[in-house]
């Protein structure tokens, strides 16, 4: 069975790819279990080489239709995880890169997935970004209406919407995971709007101050980057009849705010004797205005129900975090 994955050079993309050679089949066209022969990552940008043979890297965007069918080629026995995107904050800067990206670069996958023989399964990440506006409940879930106040999220409704229509006309077997925000992500920041997320766990671990661009209590709905792994993956591995006519699962989260976090971080670094970088108030209104139109809490029920997993308590995920990226 061959697996594609775009934005396969990124985190959650190389994260996605070893777990799956690990595990080594997925459910394919027969129903069965099928053997995993090659792993092809799609991406603009490699930050190191593939070391595992039965691993292609190819670089390109995804925003090109002859490098998309290229990589996903016409083998009937074939599985796409669709990760790549521009994150929030650049969508929002930058609007026609967006469209070009995250539309178009959605559009080239799923036309090619349709191209396969047989009907394949597509992944599609989506996110909580499909949220926004008034339309806004507490807790958001996979009924509530979408209206999304960013680009990003947006391009993600949309996309979602034509992943259930590729289902619906059975050109391929799509399944949109609704993600929330992803922790803690490793390396530098991002462009992302919930990059502070990441950051007010990552930089305190590393003994250096996070700036913290949104208020203090601010909550926000996250889990963690060993759950998203295998909840893309349980999500794959759905039975098609189960997921009937709304293919976008929203996956569960738990309600984080920086106050909690530090309580966290601080427990943590007593356990572990580590001194910690400051978590220090940057506020910042263009980042503050995006996060007032995300959710602040997602109910993760049909999820669980499919049998996708719930996250870890929050310290667990921070010791997730720490065994498998900390310097100390």
Request: charged share 25%; with cysteine; proline share 7%.
């Amino acid at each position: 069975m061959k697996i594609i994955i775009t934005g396969g050079g990124g985190f959650l993309g190389s994260q996605l790819c070893e777990k799956l050679l690990e595990r080594g089949a997925l459910t394919g066209p027969s129903g069965g279990a099928e053997k995993i022969g090659e792993v092809v990552l799609l991406d603009a940008i490699f930050h190191r080489p593939a070391t595992d043979s039965r691993v292609k890297q190819i670089t390109g965007d995804i925003s090109n239709r002859d490098t998309v069918f290229s990589a996903v080629g016409t083998d009937a026995a074939t599985a796409i995880f669709h990760l790549a995107s521009m994150v929030s904050g650049e969508c929002e800067e930058r609007f026609d890169d967006a469209l070009r990206v995250n539309l178009d670069g959605g559009r080239n996958v799923f036309e090619a997935a349709r191209k396969l023989p047989g009907r394949p399964r597509v992944v599609f990440a989506s996110s909580i970004a499909c949220f926004g506006g008034e339309a806004m409940q507490v807790p958001n879930t996979d009924r509530t209406k979408l209206t999304p106040q960013t680009t990003y999220g947006m391009t993600k409704a949309i996309c979602e919407l034509m992943v259930n229509d590729h289902s619906r006309k059975g050109h391929f077997d799509g399944r949109s995971a609704r993600l929330p925000t992803v922790i803690v992500r490793p390396g530098k920041p991002n462009a992302a709007a919930s990059g502070w997320a990441s950051g007010m766990f990552r930089e305190p671990l590393n003994g250096e101050p996070c700036m913290l661009p949104v208020r203090r209590e601010q909550c926000h709905p996250m889990t963690g980057y060993r759950t998203v792994i295998e909840s893309l993956i349980a999500l794959h591995e759905v039975p098609a009849e189960r997921l009937r006519d709304d293919r976008a699962i929203g996956l569960p989260a738990h309600r984080v705010t920086p106050q909690l976090t530090e309580s966290v971080l601080r427990e943590i670094a007593n356990e572990r004797g580590l001194k910690l970088g400051p978590i220090t108030d940057a506020f910042d209104a263009r980042i503050q205005g995006i996060v007032d139109n995300w959710p602040v809490a997602v109910d993760g029920a049909r999820a669980i129900a499919l049998g996708l997993p719930q996250p870890p308590p929050l310290k667990q995920i921070v010791e997730q975090y720490i065994e498998d990226f900390g310097k100390r």
